[in-house]
């Protein structure tokens, strides 16, 4: 074997090498299934009671575990949860729900647009809080999609993205207003702005 045959076979093992050990400490930096199932249902803010299932599987090629949840609530309707966590740091990636699930029956057989209040409540249970408890900041219908955002308190803002004609959730965000001075103040100025058209709109039904 001569010298420069010698040297290829060398570079080629130490590349190997590189690339195997590289491997190991991708695959060392993964976070465990169940702890990527524990971030998952920690942020859903479901209880023990009202899960039915929850499983992890890991997208070996992303680096993404997709974590599915389905719950089932005291008013005998079901939910599916879906999750995108980065396997390296636990870190949500994209979270999305579908509200009154089954998969066996089309969750909108006629093709009937649902109203912004219909889209603002499945958003509200979909993040586990009744309409008494928030304050909407909005609800935008941008093709068959509506944004909704609203507020917990001046401490919490949550957003979405609901299907018109399905009711699927996505996009869902929610942002620790706690955290940063500058965003609690806009989310205080939100409210106040939603507040004082609240009251002309019920000032101007009265009158009109």
């Known amino acids: ?3 420069t045959i010698k040297k290829s076979v060398s570079l080629v093992l130490a590349l190997i090498m590189l690339l195997s050990m590289g491997l190991s ?3 060392l930096n993964v976070i465990p299934a169940d702890e990527a199932k524990t971030i998952a249902i920690e942020d859903s803010r479901l209880t023990a009671d009202e899960i039915e299932s929850a499983i992890p599987y890991l997208d070996s090629n992303q680096y993404l575990y997709t974590v599915v949840i389905i719950a089932h609530f005291s008013d005998n309707s079901y939910a599916k949860y ?3 966590i980065k396997a390296a740091d636990g870190t949500i990636f994209t979270k999305s729900a579908i509200m009154n699930y089954n998969p066996l029956i089309p969750s909108n057989p006629n093709g ?3 109203t912004a209040n219909s889209a603002a409540e499945i958003a509200y249970k979909a993040f586990r809080y009744n309409a008494s408890e928030v304050t909407l900041l909005s609800a935008e219908l941008k093709g068959d999609l509506y944004s909704i955002t609203f507020a917990k308190g001046t401490e919490e803002k949550n ?4 299907n018109s004609y399905t009711g699927e959730i996505t996009g869902m965000e929610t942002i620790d207003c706690t955290k940063s001075p500058v965003d609690r103040v806009i989310l205080i100025l939100q409210i106040v702005i939603t507040m004082i ?3 002309i709109g019920n000032f101007t039904s009265i009158i009109g």
């Open 1 to 3: 074997m001569n010298k």
């Open 25 to 27: 400490a991708m695959a």
């Open 82 to 84: 879906t999750y995108e």
């Open 112 to 114: 009937v647009q649902m």
């Open 159 to 162: 957003s979405c993205l609901v």
């Open 197 to 199: 058209k609240n009251v």
